[in-house]
């Protein structure tokens, strides 16, 4: 059964600093996704990362994956207060099987 | 662009009722997914449809169903309701392979007394 592992569960940050937040799963996968979800809101689709190697950039925010390691990364660069949220990495197994597994979401909150 | 259109957003049923929730998926998607989220258990996959074909199922009991008509757009029913069906039911469109990613509805959120 695939499980999906998201660190830290919660981060406070201040603006300006970066930091990265880090997604584990545990069986082979070449498609990994990064949403946002502000309270009482639905899950904003960020980044979609479909091979090894694959490094994708939206402003301040950067994701990649690692297949062979079974990693993918968000890093926020310069963070500001806007930024804030719970942020969640999904993966599919593999193609035909279109059932995500979440991880735990990570909280973060920007600081000013 | 029409996103995912889900309705009603908002629920309120007394337990052992039945509920119906509706997900209309973007233009030209084929695949409508629904997921259930809860503080405890985060968001869980209760099933996938694809052309009307139900193609993939989460662990979800029984009583947690659904259907997709010819034009994509999808319903899911939950009978005999219980306490810890509260949640934010989302769906998912997506053109079948995920290539181009998921969007997401905002949700129905259901609360039963």
């Known amino acids: 059964e695939l499980k999906v592992e998201q660190n830290p569960l919660f981060l406070s940050m201040q603006e300006g600093k970066n930091y990265t937040i880090y997604c584990n799963y545990s069986?082979?996968?070449?498609?990994l996704y990064w949403y946002r979800q502000d309270p009482g809101k639905s899950l904003e689709s960020l980044f979609v990362?479909?091979?090894?190697?694959a490094v994708k950039q939206e402003g301040r925010l950067m994701a990649s994956l690692d297949t062979k390691a079974r990693l993918s990364t968000l890093h926020i660069t310069a963070a500001v207060h806007d930024l804030s949220a719970t942020y969640f990495c999904?993966?599919?197994?593999?193609?035909?099987?279109?059932?995500?597994?979440f991880g735990t979401g990570t909280r973060l909150t920007i600081i000013p | 662009k029409a996103g995912v259109t889900q309705t009603p957003r908002y629920l309120i049923k007394t337990r052992g009722q039945q509920v119906t929730l509706s997900c209309s998926p973007i233009?030209?998607?084929?695949?409508v997914s629904w997921y259930q989220q809860t503080p405890g258990q985060g968001l869980q996959f209760l099933f996938e449809?694809?052309?009307?074909?139900?193609?993939n199922k989460g662990n979800f009991p029984g009583r947690f169903s659904g259907r997709q008509f010819s034009n994509s757009r999808s319903e899911m029913n939950v009978s005999t309701l219980e306490l810890g069906d509260s949640a934010l039911y989302l769906c998912?469109?997506?053109?079948?392979?995920?290539?181009?990613?998921?969007?997401f509805g905002s949700g129905t959120r259901l609360t039963v007394v």
């Open positions: 998912a469109s997506s053109l079948g392979d995920g290539d181009y990613g998921y969007t």
């Open positions: 069986t082979t996968s070449d498609r």
């Open positions: 990362l479909l091979s090894n190697g």
């Open positions: 999904a993966v599919a197994p593999n193609f035909g099987n279109e059932k995500l597994t």
């Open positions: 233009s030209g998607h084929r695949s």
């Open positions: 449809y694809f052309s009307e074909t139900q193609r």
